[in-house]
Nanobody
């Protein structure tokens, strides 16, 4: 069983940066693919970024390419999402999730466990 917890959210001005963290209790996160998703006000949850279990492949939504970076810190059992050049449209609750198969995917329904989310608010 794996329980995920997100941290690092907050309020930032447009153009600023935040780093989100996804940590796990239970089995090591290095066993799974990990994805980040977000849900803005009145919007559906959407894919942001993912990394496979071996950290050999990363996936990004087009709207974050060049701005966000997903990476693992295995020693801390953590996956981070570095977010730069944030814009008001990036305002959302950000969720991490793990996919037990380990391959990584952009498909929300393929993920097996989810965290509770962390709020990111970008002011203009």
């Amino acid at each position: 069983q794996v329980r995920l917890t997100e941290s690092g959210g907050g309020l930032v001005q447009a153009g600023g940066s935040l780093r989100l963290f996804c940590s796990s209790s239970g089995r090591a996160l290095s066993s799974y693919a990990v994805g980040w998703f977000r849900q803005g006000p009145g919007k559906e949850r959407e894919f942001v970024a993912a990394i496979n279990s071996r950290s050999t492949t990363t996936y990004y939504a087009d709207f974050v390419k060049g701005r966000f970076t997903i990476s693992r810190v295995n020693a801390l059992n953590t996956v981070s999402l570095q977010m730069n050049s944030l814009q008001p449209d990036d305002t959302a609750v950000y969720y991490c999730a793990c996919e037990f198969g380990g391959t990584g995917t952009t498909t929300l329904s393929s993920y097996d466990a989810w965290g509770q989310g962390t709020q990111v608010t970008v002011s203009s």
